[in-house]
């Protein structure tokens, strides 16, 4: 079974940094694009960034462009997302998602999530 | 910047067909996938390609895309489907979501 697990989540002050991970499993990690897109609380979904197979390109929302990077651990099968001059608007819920292919195809399978607060 | 749009909200009684619509410009000439969110739960992909279903999802859910608009269509809609929709393509490396249609069963 193809399963998408998030951590790393919690409260941080505004300015702070934070650092999400995926653990990917049922699949060969190695060999897709993921994504990591988030959901402000009662919002709807926004694109935050993806990174191919081999992590030779990377891609984010202009929102997070030069706060936010994106990395993988392909023998550990673990998808990254380090955050730093966090903002009240990047509060929401993050989800790692499984492209079908490459970086602009479809997304697959999605995370359960994990929630980032932005908040004094 | 490239825009997606769809309906805020669409309500079909049971057993009808629902069609929910998202509008972009020349979306035609691109992929538009659909996903389905309940409650509570993670987003779950029921359309890529514009009209391909993924394993699992059931033949009731149908999609189409020309011009300036993709459509996701469920036929027989069952009080299961009461969930939001959202489409999504790509632009200029960037994935593009609409804002979401909340479709309600009654």
């Known amino acids: 079974e193809v399963q998408l697990v998030e951590s790393g989540g919690g409260l941080v002050q505004p300015g702070g940094s934070l650092r999400l991970s995926c653990s990917a499993s049922g699949f060969t990690f190695s060999t897709y694009a993921i994504h990591w897109v988030r959901q402000a609380p009662g919002k709807g979904l926004e694109y935050v960034s993806a990174i191919s197979s081999n992590a030779g390109s990377t891609y984010y929302a202009d929102s997070v462009k030069g706060r936010f990077t994106i990395s993988r651990d392909n023998s550990k099968s673990t998808l990254y997302l380090q955050m730093s001059s966090l903002r009240a608007e990047d509060t929401a819920v993050y989800y790692c998602?499984?492209?079908?292919?490459?970086?602009?195809?479809?997304?697959?399978?999605w995370g359960q999530g994990t929630l980032v607060t932005v908040s004094s | 910047s490239y825009e997606l749009t769809q309906p805020p909200s669409v309500s079909v009684s049971p057993g009808q067909t629902a069609s929910i619509t998202c509008s972009g410009d020349k979306l035609g000439d691109k992929y538009v996938c659909w996903y389905q969110q309940k409650p509570g739960q993670s987003p779950l992909t029921v359309m890529y390609?514009?009209?391909k279903r993924p394993s699992g999802i059931p033949e009731r859910f149908s999609g189409s895309n020309s011009g300036n608009t993709a459509t996701l269509t469920i036929s027989g809609t069952q009080a299961m489907d009461e969930a939001d929709y959202y489409c999504?393509?790509?632009?200029?490396?960037?994935?593009?979501f609409g804002g979401g249609t909340k479709l309600t069963v009654l």
């Open positions: 390609q514009d009209s």
């Open positions: 998602v499984k492209g079908r292919s490459s970086v602009f195809d479809a997304f697959d399978i």
């Open positions: 999504q393509a790509w632009d200029s490396n960037t994935a593009i």
